[in-house]
């Protein structure tokens, strides 16, 4: 079945750094994959559409220059939370559709900005 | 614009009895998909059973169908036999036409008792 692998699983960064979360999908192309936050106990929230060899779509209200988003080729979406400040610990979380009806969905990664 | 509420915020149930989860949905797309998503404490989400618009039968999927009453815009998840690795959030999901992103909605923790 259609795979999709994200890492890192979990991170810890100081505040002030910068973080890149990436998802790669293993066994099919992915030309469009999605970026969602989801806060505890919440739904997860659309932030981005990553389309391979273009500008990312952000949903209103995300920042496009604090979650920077890549997607250079049809297997590698990358998300980079730049100079994290405590309030961007969430759980961050990618998906990519792999058939005509199927999101396949990362594993997700836990962001904590200490 | 699309909408998916889940009233039911948790639910207890009784290990091997069924279980229904409601979802209704608000769109004026004259074609559309539901989906339904488990989501266990790890993070990960885990696709169970979706339903097209123009689907004559209900889905199923082992232990899983989808109750689909399209003139009321419902679309519930029924479970049945439920055990107790069950428990966890899920969450219902749409994709209107032209359109791939998913609407959530706020999702359902369920909890199976032994």
Same mark, same amino acid.
């Given at each position: 079945?259609?795979?999709? =692998?994200?890492?890192?699983? $979990? ?6 750094? +910068?973080?890149?979360?990436?998802? $790669? +999908? ?7 994959? #999605?970026?969602? $936050?989801? #806060? ?9 559409? =990553?389309? @391979?060899?273009?500008?990312?779509? &952000?949903?209103?209200?995300v920042?496009?220059?604090? #979650? ?9 979406s ?8 405590? @309030?961007?610990? =969430?759980? &961050?979380?990618? =998906?990519? $559709?792999?058939?005509?009806?199927? &999101?396949? #969905?990362g ?8 | *614009? ?6 039911q ?8 009895? *069924?279980?229904t989860? /409601? ?5 004026? /797309? ?11 404490? !790890? ?5 169970l059973?979706y339903?097209?618009?123009? /689907?004559q ?13 399209? *003139?009321?815009?419902? *679309?519930?998840?029924?479970? !049945?036999? !439920?055990?107790?690795? /069950? ?11 032209g ?16």
């Amino acid at each position: 079945g259609a795979v999709v =692998s994200q890492h890192p699983s $979990r991170v810890i960064c100081k505040s002030g750094t +910068s973080v890149k979360i990436e998802c $790669r +999908s293993l066994d099919f192309q992915a030309t469009t994959m #999605f970026w969602y $936050r989801q #806060f505890p106990k919440q739904s997860l929230m659309l932030m981005a559409t =990553s389309n @391979e060899g273009s500008k990312a779509t &952000y949903e209103q209200g995300v920042e496009k220059d604090k #979650f920077l988003i890549n997607h250079a080729s049809l297997t590698l979406s990358t998300l980079t939370v730049t100079s994290a400040h405590p @309030e961007d610990s =969430s759980f &961050y979380i990618c =998906s990519a $559709r792999a058939s005509s009806y199927g &999101y396949t #969905f990362g594993s997700g990664t836990r962001l904590t900005v200490v | *614009a699309q909408k998916i509420t889940q009233t039911q915020p948790g639910m207890f149930v009784q290990e091997k009895e *069924a279980v229904t989860l /409601d979802c209704t949905y608000d769109t004026s /797309d004259p074609s559309y998909g539901l989906f339904w998503y488990k989501q266990p404490s !790890s993070g990960e989400m885990i696709f169970l059973i979706y339903q097209g618009s123009y /689907d004559q039968q209900n889905a199923t999927e082992g232990r899983y169908s989808l109750n689909f009453q399209k *003139a009321r815009k419902s *679309a519930n998840l029924v479970i !049945s036999a !439920s055990q107790l690795g /069950d428990s966890a959030m899920y969450f219902c999901a749409m994709r209107g036409v032209g359109n791939e992103k998913l609407t959530f909605g706020t999702g359902t923790r369920l909890t199976i008792i032994p």
